[in-house]
């Protein structure tokens, strides 16, 4: 069985810096992806980004960027020009890959992130 | 296109009481997700489905049935609801490829 941990509850950030939320895992897999959701105050769960465990390069969307390190089984968010908009908490999820997968995500325990004015 | 929709959006049982809870989709995806998520916590699967007429088990089964009748619909049964049922129900759906899409939540509370 797969586990995500998040070990940060909590984090702030000013508008316009920079944050980075860590994200651990722990497979016996190879082959499989790894997200981050956002689920703003309306629950709605929103992805935000994703990463292939066979790329190397790490996946960019715009402000957001991951830190992949397969080795040390290690998925960082990095939130570059902070927006008020990105207050919210962050979910990083682990997917296995295959046809039996059922494509079934586990989820870490989340991140709530506040940006300030 | 609505997406994935769920039905209903809040709703109040008394324990032992039963209820269906119902998530459409018009994506035609093929698999669909009944997660539930517990405060602070992240989202848990509780039962999925491949296609029309088949389910499987999650992680937290338990107290929990569903049916894939229509490749549409996945509908997410309380048979004797429980205070420990307490949460928000996600349901998600997909095509044969990685990304989940999910609706907007259901709040359940049991008393």
């Known amino acids: 069985a797969q586990t995500v941990t998040q070990s940060q509850p909590e984090m702030s950030v000013q508008e316009a810096e920079t944050v980075t939320l860590s994200c651990t895992y722990d497979t016996s897999e190879s082959n499989y992806y790894l997200f981050w959701y956002k689920q703003p105050p309306s629950r709605q769960m929103i992805l935000v980004i994703r990463q292939e465990a066979y790329k190397q390069q790490n996946a960019t969307e715009n402000r957001f960027s991951v830190n992949f390190q397969k080795a040390a089984k290690s998925f960082s968010l990095k939130i570059s020009d902070s927006q008020l908009g990105d207050t919210a908490m962050y979910f990083c999820?682990?997917?296995?890959?295959?046809?039996?997968?059922?494509?079934?995500?586990?989820f870490g325990g989340g991140t709530r992130l506040m940006v300030k004015p | 296109n609505a997406g994935v929709t769920q039905t209903p959006k809040f709703r109040v049982l008394k324990t032992g009481q039963s209820m269906t809870l119902l998530c459409a989709q018009d994506?035609?995806?093929?698999?669909m997700y009944w997660y539930r998520q517990d405060p602070g916590m992240g989202l848990r699967l509780i039962h999925y489905?491949?296609?029309?007429?088949?389910?499987a088990k999650g992680e937290v089964p338990d107290g929990y049935n569903v049916s894939r009748l229509k490749k549409q619909n996945f509908l997410l049964g309380l048979e004797s609801a429980a205070p420990s049922q307490t949460s928000v129900y996600f349901c998600?759906?997909?095509?044969?490829?990685?990304?989940?899409?999910f609706g907007p939540g259901t709040r359940l509370t049991v008393t």
């Open positions: 489905s491949v296609g029309e007429g088949t389910t």
């Open positions: 998600a759906s997909s095509r044969q490829t990685y990304e989940q899409y």
């Open positions: 994506m035609n995806h093929e698999y």
């Open positions: 999820a682990f997917m296995k890959h295959g046809s039996d997968a059922g494509n079934m995500l586990t």
